[in-house]
């Protein structure tokens, strides 16, 4: 099917990729033979985003689905979160959490780079979401985009981040707070963002 997103993780030794239909892949770039360490079906629908924890140990999945809008596992062992229940990890019983709040498809996601881990939303319902964990469980929102926020991505300090849509609005990148929002230069929406 068609790749939709690609994401490398921190260190460089893996990639991850989503496609139309749902289904993740993460190779091992280390060598020349691109080896898939592991394939799942992540989403129900196309997967719009990937990010990757600083430590290269989890990796969250955004996108369109029927029962959910994204999905975090474990990379280390490849462990994918029970697709009946979403929280525990399937023969491990450890919890990753749930990415719950969003009432359309999610369009862009990040990973904070640094501890304490948080995992950071934007969507087609102008939500801006924060999730603290693992387990992950909903921290914060900001619901004062009018339109998608189409881009989110935390700052390589992991003390802000920014979420793009008619404007770019900063937060702290722990608690969620709205800091500040970058004036807007343009006519349309903002589709990406980075530090």
Known sequence: SPVTCVAMSPSGYYCA??????????????NSELVVKTERKALSGPILGIAWSGDNQRIVAVGDGRE??????????????????LTCVCGAGASLGELTGHERRILSVDFKPTRPF?????????????????????????DTESRFVNAVRYSPDGARYAAGGLAVKIHDGRTGDLVGALPPHHKGSVFAVAW
């Open 17 to 30: 990729s989503g496609d139309a239909t749902g289904q993740m892949f993460v190779f091992a770039t280390d």
């Open 68 to 85: 959910r809008f994204a999905s975090v596992f474990i990379m280390s062992s490849g462990e994918w979160p029970c697709l009946v229940c």
């Open 118 to 142: 948080r995992i950071v939303t934007g969507g087609e319902d102008s939500l801006c979401n924060l999730y603290q964990g693992p387990p992950f469980k909903f921290l914060a929102s900001d």
